[in-house]
């Protein structure tokens, strides 16, 4: 089954605005990681955050471990902040990650 | 420092035909990984290497799919009679060390249409 659930699966937001995105996880996690997928497929890193809070920019990622949830907060989106978010888990020491389905970030002008 | 490269970036099939897609980690990473990503979904990972040993391929389609890495360093995954289902991006990715939990680096993608 599917061990990573992100929600919502589409958001649409006008520039400005603050964004939520949240991923639940099926099973323990030593590794979570958020990553930005563009428009043209390429995929970046954003934050790996395996537990606690984490800032970087106008972005802040909470993980929450023993809930098995972390979420990702975007400040005063941007247009350039559209895209897909997806989050993906690790289990162990091998560095095999999962990852959900993404939340698809339109911000509008 | 130069990223993940692959080629080609877009291709286009008929169903029974073969297909190669070239990978170029970064330079010292140990780790280099194929994902699949159908449209609209996440990456699914098919296949890792540490250096040229295949660390797990559980998820390859191994009647038609093969992928190796003989010096450790160049990837090539290859589909012999490519079907519509395998419409897809595929995305090569390297980490620094295996069992280091370091980020992957994921290169630009193939996209493949398989008509």
């Known amino acids: 089954g599917q061990q990573v659930q992100q929600s919502p699966a589409s958001l649409v937001l006008q520039e400005g605005e603050n964004a939520e995105l949240q991923c639940n996880f099926s099973?323990?996690?030593?590794?979570l990681q958020w990553f930005y997928q563009s428009p043209g497929g390429s995929l970046v890193s954003l934050l790996s955050?395996?537990?606690g809070t984490k800032h970087t920019g106008r972005l802040t990622s909470t993980t929450v471990t023993k809930e098995r949830r972390s979420s990702l907060h975007i400040s005063s989106s941007q247009t350039t902040d559209s895209g897909t978010y997806l989050c993906?888990?690790?289990?162990?020491?091998?560095?095999?990650?999962?990852f959900g389905d993404g939340t698809q970030l339109v911000v509008k002008p | 420092e130069a990223g993940v490269t692959q080629s080609p970036r877009y291709a286009v099939l008929q169903e029974g035909q073969a297909v190669s897609f070239w990978c170029d980690p970064i330079?010292?990473?140990?780790?280099l990984y194929w994902y699949q990503q159908p449209r609209d979904q996440g990456p699914q990972l098919l296949v890792y290497?540490?250096?040229?040993?295949?660390?797990?391929n559980s998820q390859l389609p191994s009647d038609r799919f093969s992928a190796v890495r003989p010096k450790g360093t160049n990837s090539t995954l290859k589909i012999q009679s490519a079907k519509q289902g395998d419409t897809a991006t595929y995305l090569c990715?390297?980490?620094?060390?295996?069992?280091?939990?370091?980020?992957?680096?994921f290169g630009p993608g193939t996209r493949l249409l398989v008509l």
């Open positions: 099973s323990t996690a030593t590794q």
């Open positions: 955050n395996p537990s």
């Open positions: 330079s010292g990473h140990d780790t």
């Open positions: 290497f540490r250096d040229e040993a295949v660390i797990d």
């Open positions: 990715a390297s980490s620094p060390r295996l069992g280091a939990q370091d980020t992957q680096y």
């Open positions: 993906a888990i690790g289990r162990n020491s091998n560095n095999r990650i999962f």
